[in-house]
């Protein structure tokens, strides 16, 4: 259609003289809005109300969005590659902005199943396109960067729920007054969804519109591939997306960020209650509403600077050096966190905090451990592969600890010591990646391209001309 041409890649390249430090902003503009997915548990206490479920029926809302969320990036990333980001932001902001429109018709209707539908498939699709949409191009933008490249790519990400939840919380407030649990009626949710589906397609088509890819051969000032220092584990050949899934090292490290994300993502979707049932007594808890919305909206600044202090950390310690940190001192913060979490609700929510910073910086070395292992060719489509381990954890994770919190008691009466064996569970997760991460080492030869490949998500240079027939 050429009313849609504009999204085509070849309108996408930038002139030149075109500053790469333009880029990053598009990308926020996506991953702020998709990453609303971190303040779930604000809302999920309503939604529990609402439809009469328990914390798992109503958890299996954000599993479902996290599963195709990594289903769509492994299915879409070699297209997202082909296209380009701006025909993929477009796509991905339909679909998150459509699945808010879907779950508000749910809500309203009082049918959990369209709720599932709307933000869990058809949102989570977007969630998927979103998340990968950005981060090859901004690698191309950054290549002397590559961690600082992912982390700005993907620190939106974790900060969504820095916007989300307050905004959230301010709508729910305006348009109804909560009950005395705490609880917003299904119909302060089911606007708050049409709003947030407005208002995020309206920001994400910021995003399309600003976003360019580098010409073809470009390079940054004075940059001089040739002369890199390279780092443990760094290649400079080239693998493709079908050869990468049949190397052990792409499959150590879809290990280790299953593990790392099934510890994270269970304290996430239950940050707001979670607080509160740690400083319960009776039948009363020290920390407020406001002060558990707050919190969320904490572990979100932690979770966004995770994403881009560590992973341009990465850099100078190298990709496998900072997952051992992320593993290893993760599983004595959780070890703590039981133990010793509900002493003081200072110490808990630096413990909870520090966790979540690994948590995010998990996510953002990710690409650039893939870009170390087998190269920049076809990276995106690799890295959406990679997040079926998301998916797989978008699972476990809420699973794990949502199944425990249902044997232990009812919501709103649990308290610190219930919250134990899940926690105990997460330590086990992560010494399981601390080994899968000592075990990656450099890809064999046999797996690297023969032949140089033109990057997929770079304009194809134009055809020479042929000669002029002679007389």
């Known amino acids: 259609m050429a009313a849609l041409s504009f999204l085509d890649r070849r309108h996408t390249v930038a002139p030149p003289g075109y500053s790469r430090w333009l880029i990053p902003p598009a990308a926020l503009a996506i991953h702020l809005c998709i990453g609303q997915v971190y303040a779930t548990s604000v809302y999920k206490p309503s939604l529990v109300s609402y439809f009469k479920a328990d914390l798992t029926a109503i958890g299996v809302i954000f599993s479902i969005a996290i599963v195709m969320l990594g289903l769509s990036a492994a299915a879409f990333g070699t297209w997202v590659d082909r296209v380009g980001p701006r025909k993929a932001m477009f796509a991905a902001a339909c679909c998150w902005g459509t699945g808010f429109l879907v779950a508000s ?56 729920a820095l916007v989300a939840s307050p905004l959230s ?10 009950n005395a649990a705490g609880a917003f009626p299904g119909s302060a949710v089911a606007k708050l969804f049409l709003t947030l589906g407005i208002t995020y397609f309206v920001v994400m088509m910021f995003g399309v519109f600003t976003v360019r890819v580098p010409a073809d051969g470009w390079a940054p000032a004075g940059f001089d591939a040739t002369k890199l220092k390279a780092k443990p584990l760094q290649t400079t050949a080239q693998v493709s997306a079908n050869n990468a899934i049949r190397t052990p090292q792409f499959w150590m490290l879809w290990v280790v960020l299953l593990c790392n994300v099934t510890a994270g993502i269970g304290i996430l979707e239950n940050a707001a209650p979670m607080i509160r049932d740690f400083f319960r007594s009776g039948t009363s808890t020290s920390v407020t509403l406001v002060e558990a919305a707050g919190f969320v909206g904490l572990l979100s600044i932690f979770n966004m600077a995770g994403r881009f202090v ?52 998990g996510f953002a070395t990710a690409p650039a451990y893939l870009r170390d292992l087998f ?75 023969k032949t140089e490949h033109h990057f997929l998500d770079e304009p194809a240079a134009s055809p020479a001309p042929a000669p002029a027939p002679s007389n």
């Open 310 to 361: 560590w992973s341009s950390t990465s850099d100078y310690l190298g990709r496998k050096r900072i997952y051992m940190l992320y593993l290893g001192v993760g599983m004595v913060l959780y070890a703590l966190l039981a133990f010793t979490g509900s002493s003081a609700t200072a110490l808990f929510v630096l413990l909870c905090a520090l966790i979540i910073s690994f948590y995010g910086g």
């Open 105 to 160: 018709l749910g809500i309203a209707t009082k049918q959990l199943w369209l709720v599932y539908l709307g933000y869990g498939v058809i949102g989570g699709i977007g969630l998927g396109i979103g998340y990968i949409s950005p981060v090859s191009t901004l690698m191309k933008w950054f290549p002397d960067r590559p961690g600082l490249a992912t982390g700005m790519a993907i620190m939106g990400f974790g900060g969504g």
């Open 169 to 178: 919380r301010e709508l729910l407030s305006a348009f109804h007054a909560p």
């Open 375 to 449: 190269g920049t060719y076809q990276v995106g489509a690799i890295h959406g592969r990679l997040l079926t381990a998301w998916s797989t954890a978008g699972v476990l994770g809420p699973l794990i600890v949502n199944r425990i919190l249902d044997t232990r008691g009812e919501p709103g009466k649990l308290v610190a010591a219930d919250y134990r064996p899940a926690l105990l569970t997460m330590v086990g997760v992560l010494a399981v990646g601390f080994v899968s991460n000592l075990l990656i080492r450099p890809v064999s030869l046999r797996w690297h391209e």
